[in-house]
């Protein structure tokens, strides 16, 4: 069982940025992916962005070049860096991992985009 925990949400002004982490419990390395999901209420979760082992990453049309997801394998944390942040960010984002067999979700961490 690898355990996902989410920190970093909160709440910022728009076009604020903040950095939310992932910390897995165990080693990330044989992770084939792990990315970002997101749910504002009302509405059905969505991937935000992902990384791929390889490296690659892709995200949804609606946060490219605002948002980055990034891993790092040494530290078994993924981040995603959120910029020119928008009141339509605002949801939970869950993290998310994929062994190729199993898969992993975090409990959440809320970002809201308020002034």
């Known amino acids: 069982q690898v355990q996902l925990v989410e920190s970093g949400g909160g709440l910022v002004q728009p076009g604020g940025s903040l950095r939310p982490s992932c910390a897995a419990s165990g080693s990330i390395v044989r992770m084939i992916v792990m990315g970002w999901y997101r749910q504002a209420p009302g509405k059905q979760r969505e991937l935000v962005g992902r990384?791929?082992?390889?490296?690659?990453?892709n995200y949804v049309d609606s946060v490219k070049g605002r948002f980055t997801v990034s891993r790092d394998n040494a530290k078994n944390t993924l981040y995603l860096q959120m910029n020119s942040l928008k009141p339509e960010d605002t949801a939970v984002y869950y993290c998310?991992?994929?062994?190729?067999?199993?898969?992993?979700w975090g409990q959440g961490t809320q970002v809201t985009v308020s002034s």
């Open positions: 998310r991992a994929w062994t190729g067999f199993y898969e992993y």
């Open positions: 990384v791929f082992s390889g490296g690659s990453t």
